[in-house]
């Protein structure tokens, strides 16, 4: 590990003014996850319900009544390391070089080369960071594997504990006849109230509300006696408009595609949203993208160029046999579900929630 090549260019002022100034767009799960940071890799997690308690009246000289502490159900575990790296070879270097000493070369063009990977590495670990929420938030479950992820493969599926869960009454599909995506809703509702949760927020894929706003059930719920007569079907703002009004959780669409590239290096989209699934929630903030400090971070090697930008640690070095830049992102972090008892989840396009 050298210095890095870039490294006249990249001086840490320089660097860290780029990383100040670059607006980078936030990651969509910190609406429903916002970032805490923790002192160590372990991390415990306090499940539980949303709570709504009740001070009692009493009468004046008397004791304060004495309320229950409900058992406390913990999940305990490790958080993982994200990581990736990518390089400028010796001939993208050479290309760079020729670019930079042309006469009037463009400047928007040369900074795009010697930050462009730094922007990548920033977003390939908040993608990473974004996938991981919406799986487990869509599913209760994370499976690692050669389709999804280049290094840890689980042997059995990280659970958050999520277990409401159950498929439509009957199937979302074309058939808009016969589907009950209002009904579906209304059922969950009321089965959520009886156990004193109230759902304030559903959340979907873009094929799901497709199949929902096309429904003759949605159209007539949203238009009444006219549905029948309508030829354009209900967006998602007059959907929800009719939803809040019969005091119903208004709806959010999870369209989120990213790029994984596998050991091969081939790439693919990766949906982060399981397709067909719904989240019912109580509240949008229901636990946190838990993180710590990298050992990089605490540690510096003295060749490493190094800048912060959120949570990501971005690195650059290079290295002379061959002549090679190297750019790195890293972050410790790991989505924590809080309200997992509160959540429910129902799998639109089938009668079950496995879908058989």
């Known amino acids: 590990m050298e210095f890095s090549i870039l490294k006249d260019i990249l001086k840490p002022k320089v660097l860290s003014a780029f990383v100040e100034e670059w607006k980078a767009e936030e990651s969509p799960i910190l609406k429903y996850m916002p970032y805490k940071t923790v002192p160590s890799l372990q991390y415990q997690i306090v499940q539980g319900e949303e709570q709504r308690p009740l001070a009692d009246i009493v009468a004046y000289d008397t004791s304060f009544p004495l ?11 490790d958080i993982p390391a994200l990581r ?11 290309n760079f070089m020729q670019f930079n000493a042309q006469k009037d070369p ?4 040369v900074i795009e080369l010697v930050f462009n990977d730094l922007v990548y590495c920033y977003k390939a670990v908040l993608n990473r960071l974004t996938w991981l929420g919406f799986t487990a938030l869509s599913t209760g479950e994370i499976s690692l594997t050669a389709l999804n992820n ?20 009957v199937a979302w599909d074309a ?32 094929t799901s509300f497709s199949y929902m706003r096309k429904s003759e059930e949605t159209i007539n719920f949203v238009f009444g006696d006219q549905g029948s007569a309508v030829t354009k ?6 959907l929800n408009e009719n939803l809040k009004a019969d005091g119903l959780p208004e709806i959010s ?31 949008n ?11 990089e971070e605490e540690f510096r090697p003295l060749q490493v160029t190094q800048t912060k930008k959120g949570i990501v640690l971005l690195s650059k070095w290079g290295e002379n046999n061959p002549c090679r830049e190297f750019t790195s992102g890293a972050c410790n972090g790991f989505p924590a579900i809080k309200l997992s008892e509160s959540i429910f989840l129902m799998n639109s396009l089938a009668t079950s929630w496995t879908g058989e």
């Open 84 to 94: 990736l790296m990518r390089q400028m070879s010796e001939t993208d270097l050479n």
């Open 67 to 77: 309320k229950s502490r409900p058992a406390l159900s913990k999940i305990t575990g």
């Open 175 to 206: 058939t808009v006849s016969t589907t009950k995506p209002i009904s579906d809703i209304i059922a969950l509702c009321d089965l959520a109230r009886l156990s004193g949760i109230i759902l304030r927020k559903i959340l979907m894929s873009r």
């Open 150 to 169: 280049v290094g840890v493969k689980t042997e059995t599926n990280i659970t958050f504990h999520i277990d409401r869960k159950s498929g439509a009454s």
């Open 233 to 238: 079907y209900p967006n998602l703002t007059v």
């Open 253 to 283: 669409i999870i369209d989120c595609y990213l790029q994984f590239e596998n050991e091969e290096h081939t790439i693919s989209n990766l949906q982060a949203w399981n397709e067909g699934k719904i989240a019912f929630l109580p509240q």
């Open 106 to 109: 463009d400047t928007s063009a």
């Open 285 to 295: 903030e229901i636990g946190a993208i838990l993180n710590c400090k990298t050992a």
